[in-house]
């Protein structure tokens, strides 16, 4: 299994010799995976190594530790990194997405909209997100009616995204603001849950590459399933 020999370090094969496992199913998310003495046995690597390799799947998330009881495997989550739709994410990682529109109807623009959408008129989506028969997001979308034509509820269990392209707009980034939501009965029934489960609202307004405004969401996500990856960089000529 580890080929000490190879110009690959050991840490790093006994690294992907471990996702392998997980991806396998040999040990399932909640469980304890082999101690590290256990490990030293069975690959023949020091204590050393086996640390370093765990140490890396932490702190990307496949694992997590517990004092005095053990390394265990973390529930699978969804992680965002780059602009994309969730429909996309979904068909990138290959897990089973399911989208169920629990409203789709179109109102006035409501009063707390009014200074961010100047037409009179939006149509309002709610949409649950279901990835593995696990409801993790419920999206509340308000889109300009001027700016689409036919829409129907079975259209929307796809991409806005696409819907939008097929309309002329091309999606090129977004303005969000998050923040940490907490778990009322009426967001127990949605995410058909008995127990509180910590959530993130996301506000997220949507632009084309012109810098046309083209939907607004409010979205509701279980963090303990939903990772957004926000990468920050200090581009030279914009420090002073």
């Given at each position: 299994?580890?080929?000490?020999?190879?110009?690959?370090?050991?840490?790093y094969q006994?690294?992907?010799?471990?996702?392998?496992?997980?991806?396998?199913?040999?040990?399932?998310?909640?469980?304890?995976?082999?101690?590290?003495?256990?490990?030293?046995?069975?690959?023949?690597?020091?204590?050393?190594t086996?640390?370093?390799?765990l140490?890396e799947?932490?702190?990307?998330?496949?694992?997590f530790?517990?004092?005095?009881?053990?390394?265990?495997?973390?529930?699978?989550?969804?992680?965002?990194?780059?602009?994309?739709s969730f429909t996309?994410?979904?068909?990138?990682?290959?897990?089973?997405?399911?989208?169920e529109?629990?409203e789709?109807?179109?109102?006035?623009?409501?009063?707390?909209?009014?200074?961010?959408?100047?037409?009179?008129k939006?149509y309002?989506?709610?949409?649950?997100r279901?990835?593995?028969?696990?409801?993790?997001?419920?999206e509340?979308?308000?889109?300009?009616?001027d700016?689409?034509?036919?829409?129907?509820?079975?259209?929307?269990?796809?991409?806005?995204?696409k819907?939008?392209?097929?309309?002329?707009?091309?999606?090129?980034?977004?303005?969000?603001?998050?923040a940490?939501?907490?778990?009322?009965?009426?967001?127990?029934?949605?995410?058909k849950v008995?127990?509180?489960?910590p959530?993130l609202?996301?506000?997220?307004k949507?632009?084309?590459?012109?810098?046309?405004?083209?939907?607004?969401?409010?979205?509701?996500?279980?963090?303990?399933?939903?990772?957004?990856?926000?990468n920050?960089?200090?581009?030279?000529?914009?420090?002073?």
């Amino acid at each position: 299994m580890i080929d000490k020999s190879s110009p690959i370090p050991v840490y790093y094969q006994l690294k992907n010799d471990l996702i392998i496992k997980i991806s396998q199913g040999i040990w399932k998310p909640g469980e304890c995976i082999a101690s590290e003495r256990e490990l030293c046995e069975i690959y023949g690597v020091s204590r050393m190594t086996i640390r370093q390799a765990l140490g890396e799947l932490v702190q990307e998330d496949v694992l997590f530790k517990i004092k005095g009881k053990g390394t265990f495997v973390c529930e699978p989550t969804v992680k965002q990194e780059d602009m994309m739709s969730f429909t996309d994410m979904m068909k990138q990682t290959g897990r089973n997405l399911k989208t169920e529109v629990i409203e789709f109807n179109k109102i006035n623009t409501p009063e707390h909209l009014t200074e961010i959408i100047s037409l009179d008129k939006v149509y309002i989506i709610n949409r649950k997100r279901i990835v593995d028969n696990e409801c993790i997001a419920v999206e509340k979308v308000y889109i300009p009616v001027d700016y689409c034509g036919y829409i129907d509820e079975k259209m929307l269990e796809g991409s806005l995204f696409k819907i939008l392209e097929e309309f002329g707009y091309m999606v090129d980034h977004s303005q969000s603001s998050i923040a940490a939501v907490i778990m009322n009965s009426e967001l127990k029934d949605l995410f058909k849950v008995s127990e509180a489960v910590p959530l993130l609202k996301m506000t997220s307004k949507t632009y084309t590459q012109k810098g046309k405004m083209i939907f607004l969401e409010e979205s509701i996500y279980r963090s303990d399933k939903f990772v957004l990856q926000v990468n920050i960089s200090m581009r030279e000529g914009k420090i002073k």
